[in-house]
Nanobody, 125 residues
């Protein structure tokens, strides 16, 4: 019910915008869900990146992306966007969006009920 897109190959210092669009009856009332982005680099565990709650507030789970990544939502389109600027080699990963009901964000993957399929971001030198 979540579709992540927008990944690709980009040079270090470049930008990408990821999208996460919800569909299906299970995500009625999309604005009642907090949406997070996680990422998983090769050989590493999945980690929380940042989250936007139902009020539009942002919580960062990685200090390394502060000032470079921003998250926004458009409830009318059931969509959340991740704007990634000044990309670094270490940002290379599969990025997943995930949804959990109610306002409180979480950086723990087990707290999320719905997951997108992931979109690959590759940053090259």
């Amino acid at each position: 019910q979540l579709q992540a897109s927008g990944g690709g190959l980009v040079q270090a210092g470049g930008s990408l915008r990821l999208s996460c669009v919800a569909s299906g009856f299970t995500l009625n009332y999309y604005d009642y869900y907090s949406i997070a982005w996680f990422r998983q680099a090769p050989g590493k565990e999945r980690e929380g990146v940042l989250c936007i709650n139902t009020s539009g507030g942002t919580t960062y789970y990685l200090d390394s992306v502060k000032g470079r990544f921003t998250i926004s939502r458009d409830n009318a389109k059931s969509a959340v966007y991740l704007q990634m600027n000044s990309l670094k080699l270490e940002d290379t990963a599969v990025y997943y969006c995930a949804a959990k009901p109610f306002q409180i964000c979480s950086g723990r993957s087990r707290d999320y009920n719905y997951w997108g399929q992931g979109t690959l971001v590759t940053v090259s030198s």
